[in-house]
């Protein structure tokens, strides 16, 4: 597999062997690959049965918690038949897992030793884990308001936490001048993070026999889920393993609003508290390429209140399943959406369910 960096915005290319997060002229990266075929490693039962479509040239510098391979489940929201992908269920609690995996062990395979990286938690909690893994210092930057659970788990894996006041904006805004000499693992700005995202794609073409869902539900904060689904479905479009992309939507705070405002050419609106931590964020750095892949799908962006939020919680827990907020954003879409008439009555249509709800928030 041939895999390259590319900026976004100048388009100067880099090889994968130089450890970079950005490129010299301040632009995205993103990662482009030819793949011709590939072949599932059926015995491992970890999202390194993909390993062929994944970065990594040295089998040995990977860093694995035997992450990936969630359960995909038939449940029943608002009298109709979907699937939730129980993504809470990785080693840390979080779907973070997948690119936190695939990055760190990209970063080993640099022979970096020390990492920095801003969360609302689970993210700074996957990337936490990996570098403990891996046997690289790795310092954490949140917002002062995260919550103690996610605070306590990071620190349990012997990162340094650096709180932050402010909201999720002034801490990606701290962490730049530690990224100045220090490698920035940052889910959000490194493409490598999105390689690992990706491979849930896979696991859904795979759990449905060979398809791709019709329609897929996404919470959407800086979009590292929803971007890495669309790399991961594009994959299988252009390996001609499927037919088409799924349709995507995408699902914001009514309190955070950046990628609907994009997506509908509204003003933004303020940001202000809500219930779902993990996707209030202002000022996502991929906002032009979120609302670009939902485009792509023809997909749409809609936004939940709080209070549908903690419903959507609730109607899962009825059901045995104990989420976060950020994940109950996906069954208030998924409601709204019913509402709305975008659900036709037999489609096929896949729930992630990103974090915990052991991680309270």
Same mark, same amino acid.
């Given at each position: 597999?041939?895999?390259?960096?590319?900026?976004?915005?100048?388009?100067?290319?880099?090889?994968?062997?130089?450890?970079? #997060?950005?490129?010299?002229?301040?632009?995205?990266?993103?990662?482009?690959?030819?793949?011709?075929?590939?072949?599932? !490693?059926?015995?491992?039962?970890?999202?390194?049965?993909?390993? +062929?479509?994944?970065?990594?040239?040295?089998?040995? @510098?990977?860093?694995?918690?035997? +992450?990936?391979?969630?359960?995909?489940?038939?449940?029943?929201?608002?009298?109709?038949?979907?699937?939730?992908?129980?993504?809470?269920?990785?080693?840390?609690?979080?779907?973070?897992?997948?690119?936190?995996?695939?990055?760190?062990?990209?970063?080993? %395979? #640099?022979?970096?030793?020390?990492? !920095? +990286?801003?969360? &609302?938690?689970?993210?700074?909690? @996957?990337?936490? @884990?990996?570098?403990?893994?891996?046997?690289?210092?790795?310092?954490? $930057?949140?917002?002062? +308001?995260?919550?103690?659970?996610?605070?306590?788990?990071?620190?349990?894996?012997?990162?340094? !936490?650096?709180?932050?006041?402010?909201?999720?904006?002034?801490?990606?805004?701290?962490?730049?001048?530690?990224?100045?000499?220090?490698?920035?693992?940052?889910?959000? #700005?490194?493409?490598?993070?999105? %390689?690992?995202?990706? *491979?849930?794609? $896979?696991?859904? #073409?795979?759990?449905?026999?060979?398809?791709?869902?019709?329609?897929?539900?996404?919470?959407?904060?800086?979009?590292?889920?929803?971007?890495?689904?669309?790399?991961?479905?594009?994959?299988?479009? %252009?390996?001609?393993?499927?037919?088409?992309?799924?349709?995507?939507?995408?699902?914001?705070?009514?309190?955070?609003?950046?990628?609907?405002?994009?997506?509908?050419?509204?003003?933004?609106?303020?940001?202000?508290? *809500?219930?779902?931590?993990?996707?209030?964020?202002?000022?996502? !750095?991929?906002?032009?390429?979120?609302?670009?892949?939902?485009?792509? *799908?023809?997909?749409?962006?809609?936004?939940?209140?709080?209070?549908?939020?903690?419903?959507?919680?609730?109607?899962?827990?009825?059901?045995?399943?104990?989420?976060?907020?950020? &994940?109950?954003?996906?069954? @208030?879409?998924?409601?709204?959406?019913?509402?709305?008439?975008?659900?036709?009555?037999?489609?096929?249509?896949?729930?992630?369910?990103?974090?915990?709800?052991?991680?309270?928030?």
């Amino acid at each position: 597999m041939s895999t390259k960096f590319v900026c976004q915005e100048c388009h100067k290319e880099y090889s994968l062997d130089q450890p970079i #997060w950005r490129c010299s002229c301040g632009g995205l990266l993103e990662l482009r690959s030819k793949v011709k075929k590939f072949r599932v !490693v059926d015995e491992d039962r970890s999202l390194w049965r993909y390993r +062929e479509l994944l970065p990594i040239k040295d089998q040995s @510098a990977i860093v694995t918690l035997g +992450e990936g391979m969630t359960p995909l489940l038939k449940q029943k929201l608002g009298g109709h038949q979907v699937y939730v992908k129980l993504e809470f269920l990785s080693p840390t609690g979080s779907y973070k897992d997948r690119g936190a995996a695939v990055m760190l062990s990209k970063i080993r %395979e #640099w022979g970096i030793k020390q990492i !920095v +990286e801003d969360s &609302s938690g689970n993210a700074g909690a @996957a990337i936490a @884990a990996y570098a403990a893994a891996a046997g690289i210092e790795c310092e954490i $930057y949140l917002p002062a +308001e995260t919550s103690a659970g996610k605070i306590k788990q990071i620190r349990a894996y012997g990162s340094k !936490v650096v709180k932050v006041s402010g909201n999720r904006d002034a801490t990606s805004s701290a962490v730049m001048e530690k990224a100045s000499s220090v490698y920035y693992a940052s889910h959000s #700005w490194n493409p490598l993070f999105f %390689e690992g995202t990706k *491979t849930m794609a $896979y696991e859904l #073409w795979e759990q449905l026999g060979g398809i791709s869902p019709e329609i897929i539900i996404l919470p959407v904060g800086n979009g590292t889920m929803l971007l890495g689904a669309y790399l991961g479905f594009r994959d299988l479009l %252009e390996l001609e393993m499927i037919p088409g992309l799924p349709r995507f939507i995408a699902i914001q705070s009514a309190h955070c609003t950046p990628v609907y405002a994009e997506f509908n050419s509204l003003p933004d609106k303020v940001v202000t508290p *809500t219930v779902a931590e993990g996707i209030s964020v202002g000022n996502p !750095v991929r906002k032009r390429d979120i609302v670009e892949a939902v485009r792509a *799908t023809a997909g749409v962006v809609l936004t939940v209140g709080d209070e549908d939020v903690l419903h959507g919680v609730e109607e899962l827990a009825k059901q045995g399943i104990y989420v976060e907020p950020t &994940s109950g954003t996906v069954a @208030a879409g998924f409601y709204q959406a019913l509402r709305k008439g975008m659900i036709p009555a037999k489609a096929n249509v896949v729930l992630p369910l990103t974090g915990s709800g052991l991680k309270k928030g």
